[in-house]
């Protein structure tokens, strides 16, 4: 390795210098890519010094982009000793203070993006617009100088500069003629793809013109099959797919789910030709998710199959990754705890060990072993995961995962009757959802809150019903199925808490809401929930005084009770 | 604030004039929005016309009747009237945390800036009023000449309609239900309550029992005062103002839409005729000169450097000429540019937003327990949803077609300009390089058809190949489309089926609350013989709610009384020269235990005439009197204020149909204009019609018969007048 950095290879001739920043561009990225952060470091500050060497801009535009790749993808918590003095960013922008790791990524994002908007670099500009994209979508974008009463302080997000980034993204497309780095070139690929296409394509004609209809043939549609091959460059088609992929994640965090479908599905439909099979498979994987939230777990497993069959699964794969996810889900809501437990293994066994490097994979890990535990019932351990999990997402400032792990910090709290010490937990998430904008999450924090309140007495149920009527309209709207159901129990809890509520009045605000519930809850085969609406209608129909509905609820309340005690086919769990 | 015949003049306090248009059609009715910044036309032939205060700039133009609009009325909801329930249900509009500014229409010709300072303003303007007009709840009541009324949200979302010819009146007396139905009916006047329960109209019509047809008579033909019961309005407030701020917003954006496809398809069709204009000539030099190849042969050659045959080393060099070309050029690369814009920065933004929106109301509507009261549907929302989804997948394929054409046609151009200079023998640096094999995709494919057209146009089927379909329907089972024809369509045709279902699911609350607009009551006013029946509509009469002193402490549940104040024509009734005041029409009508119906009728001395009338706040009636010519007060008037309260109401009976014509059972007044019963002002003009009475600044504008508007302040004790109009032509 240290041969490669050593200056005797320095070139006299100018293309051979191109050539070698260029091969420690690539370095660079191959080391990000098999997770050697440093590594990666050391050659893209070479890389930055070479190019600075020779006046090579276009280069020295790409290595600022990839080490800003680098910065977001790896979790670093100090960059102390990481990135070379000789190209100190600190320095650059005249501060005494270092920056955090955060603001050097933006500084690094905008300095590249200026450089390729200079040198008329389109992929790279829109590469650039997408990571900064990426950046808004998880973190406030602060002033690096403020001072003084004026000094913005905006601690939110702007979920408007992601969209404006993405849209500038988009213009990849029309703009690839004047990329200055790829200029098609005349290497006869278009006439290879041609005349692989010409024999199927005169078959094609004479079974088409054999249709009754006339169809028109639009020459240039991607969607048709002897269209000509296009000019335009794969990597700018990725480019341009991939603005939608982020789209898609976006509305994850903000929360819309037909609008995560529809991205997702415009990805899938118009760049499946020209994607990359990682992103594709991303695509399904968002696509199936989509699914099991909204449909219940046998119309994604159904799918899932069929995505296994188009990509052939390596064990790191997204597919592979999203399979032990469903099956934990299931796992967690049929009840069968061992299972879940041994899936909880194996993610933990997935990451590589190297510090910083999977962190997402790693949160996640934990962040499902969490609820395993919580839902075993054992709390105290439970808690103490949740806390580990958070002091990481602190260091490495994912402040997203944050939100989600302080709402289930709340939740265990609230299973283990300490609804006191749980209201701090949900408030702070829910700041946290604020000012992330991250909605659904919120609402779902809210619902929570309203739940600790419920659960600290009945003179709080006018409370708790107002929080749960704040929430609802973003859950009914973008909620899947289990959190749909949940805040249609609390809905139910509290009007039934509230003494001021007869059920004799006005059944129906209590058992639509519960029947709703249970609807959604069967699809889900979701016992311990199930079996809590049960008891809830048993209890309201006990009021109304009808015995054979009283009954028949009960029935079902013990149906799913011993299905949650006695999980009978555990063996099955993994089977899908 | 003066309106003359098919010209809007509006001038300030001071008399400034700010702005004067004239929109060509004749003007039959005028309204303020509530928050005094848009003002509403109600025009002949059925438009509602919205124009800004500030610049006299046309905001909207809806048509929402067929024919003339008699009575505007624009009604916000009381600020007071929030209750504890409201505050729980706030609801936020999500778009403008997510997206920045919404995208506007495309103009054409954007590209010459002299102009642009002016559009822009205007641009704002549209944008600050869809904006601002989000504020709070209101609506606009349009009622026109055959009896229909209209109700638009904020005055562009039509929400309900209801025909008064329709509507059946049922009308309880002495325990039998007896249903009526009016005839004929024209509007006169409408009102909305402020806390928009109560609806409050004159029209004049005839009268007939459904029950019994033989009992209408000649009397039922006449002026009748309807209330209509428009507590879906209050009720659901919350619910119409959510979905209609996202449902108008998203009918702002379709426009967008539409007006970017077509943008897109005039200015390409413009490139392209230029270019196929100037490449035609190429078949006929080669007919005349006996050639029998086409000329993408004849391209094809040249290309593989065989032979340039003399018929297109003419066109090249001649016909074509190095500065057509370059001119051609020019062209579709502007065209090209133009069209990216318009795709980048109008069709892209607003599909995205379209459909941001309608997930939004998506969720809404998924919220059945609250929703689906005021017709918004679950099933029709998914519906366009998919559509919109289609139609993005639509612009992605048609901006990559675009994107592609656009390069080849580039390609191509400079590679004939290559060509043109060669067979010039001048030198080809400047010209860039190029890419032949491009160029034989170009002479293929692009030569004598359009991919970019066929998209634009709405008739064009597609095929796909089976490859496609596999992978559509393969996406059917990862929750994709499940139309999975849709990529046969063409862009301007998943267009016009994206605006088909978005009106159909619109169409829903439409009609969902349109039925819930029930008659409360009828009273039968004064009886107007067939001869006069034209002229009824411009009886002056006014209807204004006030709200009921005692249940002011009460803010949660108040009430309002609605005072009619009419002039009954000479005649009518027998009586001769009256004004009558009735008040507490409404809830008189709903319930039984409230104040029941009371009114007066104010007999003017005879030598005064009644020219106009309104109502004033605080329950005060301004009548506009002017001398009669035979007196010798000739050519002075009087403007009176009247404290309704200084005078006795006396309730009459609603026993129905005995006597349709209760009116008479009141107490006529004399009214002497010196007693103290109110302020009497002299006018030392000859009056005409429009009286405009503002209660919130307090004044007061007459028109003299001499083309003078005159400006008064009506809390002033002084007797002396204001502000001399200034002359209007």
């Known amino acids: 390795m240290q041969g490669l950095f050593s200056r005797s290879l320095s070139p006299h001739q100018d293309n051979i210098v191109g050539k070698y920043e260029s091969a420690l561009l690539c370095l660079g990225n191959l080391h990000c890519y098999f997770g050697h952060p440093k590594k990666a470091l050391e050659a893209f500050t070479e890389a930055v010094r070479v190019s600075q060497m020779n006046n090579d801009d276009s280069c020295l535009a790409y290595i600022l982009g990839a080490i800003s790749n680098l910065l977001s993808k790896i979790g670093i918590s100090s960059t102390v000793g990481l990135i070379g003095s000789r190209y100190s960013l600190g320095n650059n922008i005249g501060l005494g203070t270092p920056l955090s790791i955060q603001q050097q990524l933006l500084v690094l994002l905008k300095r590249s993006l200026k450089r390729a908007d200079m040198l008329k670099l389109t992929s790279l500009l829109s590469f650039d617009h997408i990571s900064l994209a990426k950046f808004d979508l998880k973190h406030v974008q602060r002033p690096l100088v403020s001072f003084g009463p004026n000094g913005s302080t905006k601690l939110r997000t702007c979920p408007a500069d992601v969209c404006k980034n993405l849209r500038l993204s988009s213009h990849v497309l029309s703009d690839f003629g004047t990329d200055g780095l790829s200029i098609a070139n005349d290497n006869g690929s278009f006439s290879t793809s041609w005349l692989r296409n010409l024999s199927d394509a005169s078959s094609s004609w004479h079974s088409s013109s054999t249709k009754p209809r006339k169809l028109i043939t639009n020459d240039f549609d991607n969607f048709h099959f002897h269209a000509q091959p296009s000019p335009i460059p794969t990597s700018v088609l990725q480019l341009a797919g991939s603005a939608y992929l982020m789209r898609a994640t976006a509305w994850e965090h903000y929360g819309s789910a037909p609008m995560v479908r529809m991205n997702t599905l415009v990805y899938a439909t118009c760049f499946a030709d020209a994607a990359s099979s990682s992103e594709l498979s991303l695509a399904y994987v968002k696509l199936i998710e989509q699914l099991a939230v909204f449909k219940g777990y046998s119309a994604a497993f159904c799918a899932l199959k069929l995505a296994e069959e188009k990509f052939p699964s390596s064990t790191n794969s997204q597919i592979h990754l999203l399979k032990m996810q469903l099956l934990h889900e299931r796992a967690l809501h049929r009840g069968h705890l061992r299972i879940a437990q041994q899936i909880c293994d194996e993610f933990g066994v997935l990451s590589s060990s190297v510090s910083g490097v999977d962190i997402e994979l790693k949160t996640e890990a934990s962040l499902r072993r969490a609820r395993t535990l919580l839902a075993a019932k054992q709390f105290s351990q439970a808690a103490a995961v949740a806390n580990s999990l958070f002091t990481t997402c602190y260091k490495y400032n994912m402040q997203v995962e944050n939100a989600s792990v302080l709402l289930l910090l709340a939740e265990i709290h609230r299973k283990s009757d300490n609804a006191v010490l749980g209201l701090p937990y949900a408030l702070a998430s829910q700041s946290f959802c604020k000012s992330f904008n991250l909605d659904l999450l919120e609402a779902s924090a809210t619902l929570t809150l309203a739940e600790l309140w419920l659960a600290l007495g009945s003179n709080h149920a006018k409370r708790a019903l107002s929080l749960v009527y704040q929430s609802l309209p973003m859950i009914l709207g973008h909620g899947g199925l289990e959190l749909r159901a949940r805040s249609q129990i609390v809905l139910a809890k509290c009007h039934l808490t509230d003494p001021e509520f007869s059920v004799s009045e006005d059944p129906c605000a209590v058992l639509d809401p519960l029947n709703q519930a249970a609807e959604d809850l069967q699809v889900l085969e979701y016992h311990e929930m199930a079996a809590e609406v049960y008891y809830l209608k048993a209890m309201t129909y006990n009021h109304l005084g009808k015995e054979y509905e009283r009954e028949e609820a009960a029935a079902r309340f013990k149906e799913h009770v011993t299905a949650l005690e006695n999980p009978r086919d555990e063996e099955d769990s993994l089977v899908y | ?729």
Request: include cysteine; glycine fraction near 4%; hydrophobic fraction near 40%.
């Open chain 2, 1 to 729: 604030m003066v309106t003359d015949d098919s010209k809007v003049l509006l001038h300030r306090f001071n008399w400034q004039r700010l702005w004067t248009i004239s929109p060509g059609k004749c003007i039959t009715s005028i309204c303020w929005s509530p928050d005094g910044k848009i003002v509403a036309l109600g025009t002949e032939d059925g438009f509602v016309l919205l124009h800004d205060v500030e610049n006299g700039k046309m905001l909207r133009s809806i048509k929402s009747h067929d024919v003339a609009i008699i009575c505007l009325n624009w009604a916000e909801d009381e600020p007071l009237s929030r209750t504890d329930k409201e505050d729980l249900l706030s609801y936020e509009d999500r778009t403008t945390r997510f997206f920045p500014p919404a995208p506007v229409m495309p103009r054409i010709g954007g590209l010459n800036s002299g102009d642009t300072g002016l559009a822009d303003e205007n641009e704002e303007a549209i944008q600050a009023f869809s904006s601002a007009s989000c504020q709070r709840f209101n609506i606009l009541c349009t009622g026109d000449k055959d009896g229909c009324i209209c109700f638009s949200i904020f005055g562009i979302f039509p929400i309900g309609k209801i025909n008064i010819n329709k509507v059946p009146i049922h009308v309880q007396s002495s325990g039998k239900r007896t249903s009526y139905r009016l005839q004929d009916v024209s509007i006169s006047k409408v009102s909305l309550s402020r806390n928009l329960h109560q609806l409050v109209l004159l029209c004049s019509g005839k009268l007939i029992n459904t029950d019994n047809l033989s009992l209408s008579n000649d009397l039922s033909v006449g002026v009748h005062c309807l209330h209509l019961d428009t507590s879906i309005f209050s009720n659901r407030k919350n619910e119409l103002h959510q979905v209609s701020q996202q449902a108008s917003s998203i009918q702002d954006l379709v426009e967008v839409v539409r007006a970017s496809i077509s943008m897109m398809s005039k200015q390409w069709s413009n490139a392209m005729n230029l270019f196929h204009e100037k490449f035609s000539a190429l078949p006929s030099l080669l007919t005349a000169h006996g050639m029998e190849s086409s000329s993408e042969d004849e391209f094809m050659s040249l290309l593989f450097g065989t032979h340039t045959s003399p018929a297109l080393h003419q066109f090249l060099v001649s016909s074509l000429g190095e500065a057509g070309l370059k001119r051609i050029a020019k062209t579709i690369e502007s065209a090209g540019r133009e069209l990216r814009i318009v795709v980048s920065e109008h069709l892209q933004p607003a599909v995205e937003i379209i459909s941001f929106r309608l997930a939004e109301l998506r969720g809404l509507a998924r919220w059945r327990s609250r929703f689906q009261n005021i017709g918004l549907d679950e099933k029709l929302m998914d519906g366009v949803t998919e559509r919109v989804g289609m139609l993005v997948v639509q612009v992605e394929r048609f901006s990559r077609v675009a994107a592609t054409v656009l390069y080849l046609f580039q390609n191509f151009l400079s590679w004939v300009l290559k060509c043109v200079k060669i067979l010039l023998s001048e030198p080809t640096d400047q010209v860039p390089s190029t890419n032949s094999e491009l160029v034989v995709i170009f002479l293929k494919f692009l030569l004598d058809k359009d991919p970019i057209k066929q998209l634009l146009e709405t008739d064009q089927i597609f095929e796909w190949d089976i490859d496609t379909a596999k992978h559509v329907e393969h996406l059917v089972v990862f929750g994709g489309f499940t139309d999975t024809k849709f990529l046969e369509r063409s862009l301007a045709k998943q267009f016009s089926e994206l605006e088909e279902s978005l009106k159909e699911a619109f169409l829903m609350p439409f009609t969902t609350v349109s039925s819930q607009i029930h008659c409360q009551g009828l009273l039968p006013l004064y009886p107007v013989t067939s001869s006069d029946a034209l002229s009824s509509t411009s009886t002056p009469a006014s209807i204004a709610f006030y709200k009921d002193k005692d249940s002011q402490h009460n803010a949660s549940s108040y009430s309002s009384t609605d005072y009619i104040c009419f002039k009954i024509p000479d005649g009518s009734l027998n009586l001769r020269n009256f004004v009558a005041v009735i008040k507490d029409f409404c809830n008189s009508c709903s319930t039984s235990n409230t104040p029941s119906l009371s009114g007066f009728l104010l007999h003017i001395p005879v030598e005064y005439e009644c020219v106009d009338l309104s109502l004033y706040k605080d329950n005060q009636v301004v009548l506009l009197l002017s001398g009669k010519s035979s007196s010798e007060n000739a050519g002075r008037s009087w403007m009176v204020m009247l404290q309704t309260e200084n005078l006795s109401f006396s309730q009459f009976s609603r026993t129905f149909p005995a006597n349709y014509y209760n009116l008479q059972e009141l107490e006529a007044l004399e009214l002497q204009l010196d007693t103290d019963y109110g302020k009497v002002r002299s006018v030392p003009h000859p009056l005409s019609t429009p009286l405009a009475v503002s209660a919130s600044r307090g004044v007061a504008c007459i028109f003299s018969s001499r083309r003078h508007a005159l400006v008064y302040i009506l809390d002033e004790d002084e007797d002396e007048d204001e502000d001399e109009g200034s002359e209007m032509e």
